[in-house]
């Protein structure tokens, strides 16, 4: 056997597979683009960033919060994915995130946030996806109803729409 024949055949399958492993844990999206997620990540997609569609946020785990919010009148089902969800499957590290929204406005929300019971980032509200006008297609939602934690002013100022920018910093 010629070993200088095997390593460079070894070498090469297994950066094939390695490629492979990475293109299907992490996919491109197939649709319209809805965020981007970048910064203190592991996994990606398009260059140093992870970038999703609908169809992508919905893969990862639909959960729901019935609330009411100060912007919407009464109570609603908002459906989207757990923040704590979406940063765990990327590998996020870091104490901070960054949510920027359409028009460049920007807020920052503590990594601890992002815990089992915490903010889901909506993009359906009463079963109806969030158009820009229902201040879509993203929204970060926290379960306001459900604690009076939930109902202050910071965290409110939290609860960005128009969602389509994370960055995860230190």
Request: aromatic content about 8%.
């Amino acid at each position: 056997m010629n070993l200088f024949r095997v390593v460079p055949a070894v070498v090469v399958a297994v950066s094939l597979w390695a490629l492979q492993a990475t293109a299907e844990s992490l996919p491109l999206p197939e649709g319209r683009v809805l965020l981007t997620v970048s910064g203190d990540i592991e996994m990606t997609n398009d260059g140093e960033a992870a970038t999703f569609d609908l169809e992508m946020l919905r893969a990862l785990g639909e959960s729901e919060i019935k609330t009411d919010t100060i912007w919407t009148p009464g109570d609603h089902v908002f459906t989207g994915v757990r923040l704590k969800t979406l940063l765990d499957h990327l590998g996020a590290e870091g104490s901070t995130i960054e949510a920027t929204a359409i028009n460049d406005y920007s807020v920052t929300i503590p990594m601890s946030d992002a815990t089992e019971g915490g903010p889901i980032v909506a993009y359906a509200m009463d079963g109806k996806e969030l158009s820009r006008r229902d201040k879509g297609p993203l929204w970060v939602i926290y379960p306001f109803s459900s604690s009076s934690d939930y109902r202050t002013e910071v965290i409110y100022s939290r609860s960005i729409w128009q969602l389509d920018r994370i960055t995860i910093k230190e």
